[in-house]
């Protein structure tokens, strides 16, 4: 448990990462998914319950624990002045076994920025160079915070091969992001916390067979349900109603969009005769169907259902 005053930001939380495992921390603004990393890295200590890492207190015993662990923080972490090359040099420098400082820029992409001082980057600069200080050092344990916050595709996709690699060489990770697709694509595993508790956890497969459909996230529940994606305009409500006018989709039918043309539609049961209806309305309405999913929902359809759609401040 961790307390700021009158604020519990972090409230009977668990969790654990074995070698060569990608957790993805998911959770609205606010949540407490900086407080519990801050907590693991050893930045600030529980006021109740216990945070080990390595099997060590990450505060009592610091140094034993960053020598072992790589932090990749969302502010950069680097002097203004200070020029590519150099910085990740001073980092390297306190390291007994860093890695080649020169192969590591051209990895992330800034060996033609080794010169450039720090204030110069683009914020997407910034994001890499911090990446790379987090991993000079040769980690088993490394703590990604947003690491593709500010991004361009091309960057986004050497940060997501980097985690990749992470993990077949036995590097464990601890990833945040707001980032659903993201989490989907890396993480081995997936923990959504809200208000500071864990609401939901396991293999992103696992959370996306989970029928979650308003609030209702209990797996293997009585029903089905259909997402698609389509082209087109395409109301919810009137969605809805048709299926309902139709008699195969009479009983308890709700659609709800989970994103800009994305709906997901649940039914007492999905038919073969349940999909034809479906299809025909569609194309009656002269909607491009680009996929249709049965029973399937994306890690982003989950996260919504479970923490809610209002805006977190």
């Keep these: 448990m961790r307390r700021f005053g009158n604020n519990v930001a972090?409230?009977?939380?668990?969790?654990?990462?074995h070698a060569g495992e990608v957790l993805a921390l998911?959770?609205?603004?606010?949540?407490?998914?900086?407080?519990?990393?801050?907590?693991?890295?050893?930045?600030?200590?529980?006021?109740?319950?216990?945070?080990?890492?390595?099997?060590?207190d990450p505060v009592a015993k610091a140094d034993a624990v960053r020598e072992r662990i790589g932090v990749m923080l969302q502010g950069g972490?680097?002097?203004?002045?200070?020029?590519?090359?150099?910085m990740l040099e001073l980092?390297?420098?306190?390291?007994?076994?860093?890695?080649d400082t020169q192969w590591l820029l051209?990895?992330?992409?800034?060996?033609?920025?080794?010169?450039?001082?720090?204030?110069?980057?683009?914020?997407?600069?910034?994001?890499?160079?911090?990446?790379?200080?987090?991993?000079?050092?040769?980690?088993e344990l490394v703590f990604l915070d947003e690491p593709t916050a500010g991004l361009d595709a091309q960057s986004r996709m050497v940060v997501w091969d980097l985690v990749r690699s992470l993990r077949r060489d036995g590097v464990a990770v601890v990833l945040?992001?707001?980032?659903?697709?993201?989490?989907?694509?890396?993480?081995?595993?997936?923990?959504?916390?809200?208000?500071?508790?864990?609401?939901?956890?396991?293999?992103?497969?696992?959370?996306?067979?989970?029928?979650?459909?308003?609030?209702?996230?209990?797996?293997?529940?009585?029903g089905g349900m259909v997402t698609i994606h389509y082209d087109g305009d395409l109301a919810a409500e009137e969605l809805a109603a048709q299926l309902r006018q139709t008699g195969v989709g009479k009983e308890a039918v709700s659609v709800s969009e989970t994103k800009a043309q994305h709906l997901a539609i649940k039914t007492k049961e999905v038919t073969p005769e349940f999909i034809a209806t479906l299809t025909q309305l569609l194309a009656d309405k002269s909607i491009l169907l680009r996929s249709l999913d049965v029973n399937k929902q994306t890690l982003e359809d989950v996260f919504l259902n479970i923490t809610g759609r209002e805006i977190r401040s």
């Design 10 to 17: 972090v409230n009977e939380l668990s969790f654990s990462l």
């Design 26 to 56: 998911l959770g609205p603004n606010g949540a407490g998914k900086t407080t519990t990393v801050e907590m693991c890295e050893g930045f600030s200590s529980p006021d109740e319950g216990t945070v080990r890492v390595f099997g060590m």
């Design 77 to 86: 972490g680097a002097y203004p002045g200070v020029r590519v090359g150099e």
């Design 91 to 99: 980092v390297a420098s306190y390291s007994t076994d860093p890695l």
């Design 106 to 139: 051209e990895t992330v992409g800034l060996a033609s920025h080794k010169k450039t001082p720090y204030r110069r980057l683009s914020g997407g600069q910034q994001q890499r160079l911090s990446l790379a200080c987090a991993l000079v050092n040769r980690p």
């Design 176 to 222: 945040t992001t707001h980032l659903m697709d993201e989490a989907e694509a890396l993480a081995d595993n997936v923990v959504i916390i809200d208000k500071g508790r864990v609401v939901a956890q396991g293999s992103p497969e696992q959370l996306t067979s989970m029928r979650v459909i308003g609030g209702d996230s209990a797996e293997g529940n009585a």
